[in-house]
């Protein structure tokens, strides 16, 4: 809070409303957007791998046709991506090494941008935004992350 909004005294009407307001949603846990964060952004990489492995020759058609990555053979790059988007996101999902499974993803994310959908700008904002806000914050404390975290301080 402000200096300004502590100025204001809680009966001011409408001011006070909002003010109050804007205090009851500042104490909403930030743990439960992390993990919502976690979930949401991982939740679309997993869809996207689980469709490269259940129809693998028709995601190396997509890479040969429509995606056209740059130095690698198309079935190597939908491996490489199929792999990528499963392991990173089931890690996302249990917050394990969570950190360092958004740098692969992020970089995906930048080579989609760059060379296949450059359209797609508003998407990868997003996705990329929850990604470095995961990478920055951490996961949270529902996290096996969190649970290595207390333990290795509890037998420091």
């Known amino acids: 809070m402000t200096a300004s909004e502590e100025a204001i005294p809680r009966s001011a009407g409408l001011v ?3 003010v ?3 205090e009851r949603l500042g104490r909403f846990p930030f743990s439960v957007l992390q993990l919502g964060l976690r979930i949401g952004v991982g939740m679309v990489f997993f869809k996207a791998g689980l469709l490269k492995y259940q129809s693998f020759e028709f995601a190396v058609k997509l890479f040969e046709d429509e995606y056209k990555v740059p130095l690698l053979a198309p079935a190597v790059a939908a491996q490489i991506a199929m792999i990528n988007e499963l392991t990173t ?8 090494a969570t950190r360092l499974a958004t740098l692969p993803l992020l970089g995906m994310m930048l080579v989609i ?4 959908y450059p359209n797609a700008w508003p998407d990868h ?3 990329g935004s929850a990604l470095i806000l995961i990478l920055t914050r951490g996961p949270g404390p529902f996290s096996i992350d969190h649970l290595i975290e207390r333990y290795l301080l ?3």
Do not use: A, C
């Open 125 to 127: 904002v997003l996705w």
């Open 154 to 156: 509890k037998r420091s």
């Open 16 to 18: 006070g409303r909002v």
């Open 89 to 96: 996101s089931t890690l996302l999902f249990l917050g394990l």
């Open 20 to 22: 109050g307001i804007r």
């Open 113 to 116: 941008q760059i060379f296949v």
